[in-house]
């Protein structure tokens, strides 16, 4: 299945000492590579490897990034060298620096070749979840898109219950509210199409309306999930690959 990735994002959470201004966020490092790569090898590792990456602000960093990938230079010499993406399909989309994810999409769809089904990511997030699962769950229904749910994962924020006059009745991290949000792994059919209007979202237009119409199924997953939206999210997933602490990289097992 073709994979679209969105990474178009400004990262302005991202900015601190030592990042370039206008480095987008799936380019920032985790480990040895860009978590653009992690999430590309989590897909490939599954046999799924063509992929169309939707580019917006910071683009060139990403072109350059595949485009100088595969070479060495040696002895004044640029020679080819056998590389771990090799066998990868990759299509780079220029589709605007300021779009919605839901235009990025739009812009692409030229791309999937009418194919029925294909896969969709924000290009920011890792995780373990077994996706011939997910695929085959939806596979087996009739809804026009899936959405990966996950727990909340901060212990940052506390819900408060509280009474009328205002005592507090229990303190609850959010990580432990029996909620699920959205986790950033879609399988979505052609059908997302008719619900994206020109300038919109993949989730408040396109997704939110296949729910009104009963038509969007959740994928709920417990395991492993990490965004990477701030500074400190990057470097909990930089801390992680550094002690070898690798959940999301299955290709390694």
């Known amino acids: 299945m073709k994979v679209v990735l969105f990474c178009g994002g400004r990262g302005t959470r991202m900015r601190h000492e030592g990042v370039g201004g206008d480095i987008p966020k799936p380019m920032q490092l985790v480990g040895p590579r860009p978590l653009l790569w992690h999430v590309m090898r989590y897909y490939a590792h599954f046999g799924h490897k063509e992929f169309i990456l939707c580019l917006g602000y910071g683009a060139q960093h990403i072109k350059d990034f595949f485009l100088t990938y595969q070479f060495a230079l040696r002895d004044g010499r640029i020679e080819m060298?056998?590389?771990?993406?090799?066998?990868?399909?990759?299509?780079?989309?220029?589709?605007?620096?300021?779009?919605p994810i839901g235009e990025r999409l739009r812009r692409v769809r030229d791309r999937l070749d009418g194919d029925e089904m294909f896969l969709a990511n924000y290009a920011d997030v890792v995780t373990d979840a077994p996706l011939p699962d997910v695929i085959e769950r939806f596979t087996r229904s009739d809804a026009g898109a899936s959405m990966m749910v996950v727990p909340p994962t901060s212990n940052t924020f506390h819900v408060v219950e509280m009474a009328e006059n205002g005592m507090v009745?229990?303190?609850?991290?959010?990580?432990?509210?029996?909620?699920?949000?959205?986790?950033?792994?879609?399988?979505?059919?052609?059908?997302?199409?008719?619900?994206?209007?020109?300038?919109?979202?993949?989730?408040?237009?396109?997704?939110?309306?296949?729910?009104?119409?009963?038509?969007?199924?959740?994928?709920?997953?417990?395991?492993?999930?990490?965004?990477?939206?701030?500074?400190?999210?990057?470097?909990?997933?930089?801390g992680s690959w550094s002690r070898g602490e690798r959940p999301w990289a299955l290709w390694e097992r």
């Open 169 to 238: 009745g229990g303190i609850t991290p959010v990580s432990e509210m029996p909620l699920w949000i959205n986790g950033g792994f879609f399988v979505l059919r052609q059908e997302i199409f008719d619900h994206i209007p020109e300038g919109g979202d993949l989730v408040a237009d396109g997704c939110m309306e296949l729910a009104k119409r009963g038509r969007l199924l959740a994928y709920r997953h417990r395991g492993y999930w990490r965004p990477s939206d701030t500074v400190n999210q990057r470097l909990e997933l930089d």
């Open 81 to 99: 060298l056998e590389t771990d993406i090799s066998d990868w399909q990759i299509s780079l989309v220029d589709t605007g620096p300021d779009s």
